[in-house]
């Protein structure tokens, strides 16, 4: 997976991963933003009006059937979390060239890309405010639904609780009063402010002529003002002064457990080789002690899984559960933690977890948006590396070395969503 970098402007990087494995080429556009209570509704917002229209496309129906002319290509919104920083921006897939003989697909795409992302419709210097207020009802139908995924919605309740001093509690879609707060005017200003202050990172997957993409990229970001910031390092938590118990009541037949874990982990270690085996053999995986001890043989839960935050250092198991076995399923949940702590890993275990971590590895290679992830997020560690070099790192680790990893490891919140019935009952 050799990745070839080019900076085309102040705090702006295009990478060129070189696959012609695709009938496809995968493009994104990356504004990295500080994660922060203040901006994260404004950047989460932000694709979905650019992607209204353009100056040139003004309309979504006109986007759409530059799309449809370009062999339905699909651009996307991109929002996520990634410990301290947020990244939004467009994703788009698109026919390779070698399968159109007419256009350069690839690069009308980018046109349009750039147009998108640099050149959006506006009126009288501002967002269009009739999008702007259809895309706020948009955001905010999502916030609410959040909580009718009763899994996703009780580790975003610990993850609030448990890092609610930290920026790595804060929600990836921002808060409904915030959006419901901003303006076309407002939502403008941040847009002029991710244009001048935030790093972009652009990634190119596929088989196509690098440079003449980068030079439409630099040619596009001709004229922007540029004074980019650099995001400090978030502190990493890693002692634990009291486990803090949190519970919520809700209507719901199934009860949600999860815990969450100091792991001590700093990625600048860039040992996260041993969190991954480590995590595939606590509950990563369906050969995992949490699912063949807490769910098959003691029947304690629906479903029990463990979780590694690579950026935060932040491990959490997740598990669904009859509100009655709360304590009990804790409690197993936290025995099995303990076993590997004290070196009980079986060379089955090693063997297995080592087998599963290898082949999710070279699937990664038959994906685009798998090897743009797996450059990308490493590069915001300041990791360089391939799956194949993880994999023989994997291979060569220790049942001692994940006991020596396990020690620092240690509980912080425990958070349960029961039913109101037996909350009352």
């Known amino acids: 997976m050799v990745t070839i970098t ?25 504004f990295i933003s500080p994660l922060s209570s ?9 694709p979905l009006v650019l992607m209204r229209g353009t100056a040139k496309y003004p309309t979504q129906m006109d986007i759409n059937k530059r799309l449809q002319f370009l062999y339905s290509g699909d651009i996307v919104a991109r929002n996520s979390n990634f410990g301290e920083y947020h990244i939004f921006g467009f994703k788009a897939n698109m026919l390779n060239d070698r399968f159109a003989d007419d256009i350069s697909i690839t690069e009308e795409t980018v046109d349009l890309l ?53 920026v790595f509690g804060i929600s990836k879609l921002g808060e409904i009063k915030d959006v419901k707060a901003i303006t076309a005017k407002s939502l403008y200003k941040a847009y002029q402010k991710a244009l001048k202050e935030y790093p972009i990172e652009i990634y190119f997957v596929g088989d196509g002529d690098f440079d003449v993409i980068a030079d439409k990229f630099e040619k596009a970001l001709k004229g922007i003002e540029r004074a980019p910031i650099e995001i400090p ?13 949190i519970e919520d009541v809700e209507n719901v037949k199934q009860g949600k457990l999860v815990l969450g874990f100091r792991t ?16 595939e053999i606590y509950g990563g995986a369906p050969t995992a002690k ?85 450059v990308f997020f490493r590069s915001l560690c ?15 680790t220790t049942k001692q070395e994940i006991q020596e990893l396990t020690s620092k490891i240690k509980l912080d919140t425990v958070y349960f969503l029961r039913g109101k019935e037996k909350a009352n009952g």
């Not at 203040?38 to 932000?46: A, F, I, K, R, T």
């Not at 509100?323 to 025995?335: G, H, Y």
Request: one cysteine or more.
């Open 6 to 30: 080019k900076q085309i402007a102040d705090g702006v990087k295009i990478s060129y991963i070189k696959t012609d494995k695709f009938k496809t080429n995968y493009i994104s556009i990356n």
């Open 38 to 46: 203040d901006l994260v509704h404004y950047n989460s917002m932000l």
């Open 114 to 166: 750039c147009d998108m992302a640099f050149n959006p419709y506006l009126v009288n210097g501002s967002f269009d405010e009739s999008y702007t207020e259809c895309e706020k009802i948009s955001l905010i139908d999502t916030i609410e639904a959040e909580i009718n995924e009763k899994g996703k919605y009780a580790i975003k309740r610990l993850m609030s609780e448990m890092c609610k001093n930290e």
């Open 233 to 245: 390092s978030a502190t990493l938590v890693s002692e634990v002064d009291k486990i803090r118990q």
């Open 264 to 279: 001590g982990y700093k990625p600048e270690e860039n040992k996260y080789h041993l969190m991954q085996l480590f995590n």
């Open 290 to 374: 949490l699912f063949l001890n807490v769910r098959e043989k003691m029947s304690l839960c629906y479903y029990c899984r463990s979780i590694i935050s690579q950026r935060t250092g932040i491990m959490l198991v997740s598990s669904g559960i009859e509100a009655k076995n709360k304590e009990i399923a804790e409690k197993a949940i936290l025995e099995q933690l303990e076993m590997i702590k004290n070196g009980d890993i079986t060379e089955e275990e090693m063997d297995s977890a080592k087998k599963s971590i290898r082949n999710g590895y070279m699937q990664i290679y038959d994906s685009a948006e798998a090897m743009e992830s797996w």
């Open 382 to 396: 300041g990791i360089s590396t391939t799956p194949m070099l993880e994999c023989e790192k994997i291979e060569k």
